[in-house]
């Protein structure tokens, strides 16, 4: 959905105009100020849209973000379309923190305006589909990741936790809101923290 039209303003819209939209919307259908409103839950919801659609403007504006267009895709789900315009070393820095907070969608959505497809990008894109659950692509990215530089051993790592415990991960992800819940949590924090620290020294 565009968070823009959620927010009832235009894309070209100042950072100003923006922060007046989202704080009038706020009041309006803050729960504390619909208190037993026949439209309660409805408005809870758009409460909910209107601070999702803020943090995605702004949080895109901050990351060198420009909003471009926002229509309708397959299946009646919003697409968005950004123009990055940072480097490619901001760009994967910028992914890393994204998969780091359990924000897989704003990751892959990073990862898809870096030009240069090279092992870092398969393997962080990896990481990312499977946080949003497509684990056949996410190890598909993976064994790319590690034809691609043999001698990694973080890739391979990767590559063997997605054929060893994919099924693992889809039972537990429910109960624990995490795609490396259960014993393969521990594994998982390997990986991020090595995706820290690859990142950080680059």
């Not at 480097?87 to 990862?111: C, M, V």
């Not at 990767?158 to 039972?171: E, F, K, N, P, T």
Request: proline fraction near 2%; glycine fraction near 8%.
């Amino acid at each position: 959905m565009d968070p823009y039209q959620i927010l009832g303003i235009s894309p070209s819209a100042s950072d100003d105009e923006v922060k007046q939209a989202y704080r009038t919307l706020s009041k309006k259908y803050h729960p504390d100020a619909n208190i037993n409103s026949a439209h309660q839950a409805e408005y809870t919801e758009k409460f909910k849209q209107v601070q999702n659609a803020y943090k995605t403007i702004i949080d895109s504006r901050k990351r060198g973000f420009t909003n471009q267009s926002y229509g309708t895709g397959t299946g009646g789900q919003s697409q968005s379309t950004y123009n990055y315009q940072g480097n490619e070393q901001a760009a994967f820095n910028d992914a890393a923190a994204y998969i780091n907070a359990g924000r897989f969608q704003d990751a892959l959505n990073t990862l898809e305006q870096i030009r240069s497809r090279n092992s870092m990008w398969f393997y962080y894109s990896a990481l990312a589909m499977n946080g949003v659950g497509n684990n056949a692509t996410a190890l598909e990215y993976a064994k790319t990741a590690a034809q691609m530089e043999p001698g990694n051993l973080q890739y391979l790592f990767l590559v063997q936790q997605l054929q060893g415990a994919s099924g693992q991960y889809r039972s537990t992800q429910q109960a624990y809101g995490s795609p490396f819940a259960g014993t393969a949590n521990c594994c998982y924090s390997i990986l991020m923290m090595n995706l820290c620290l690859s990142c950080c020294c680059k």
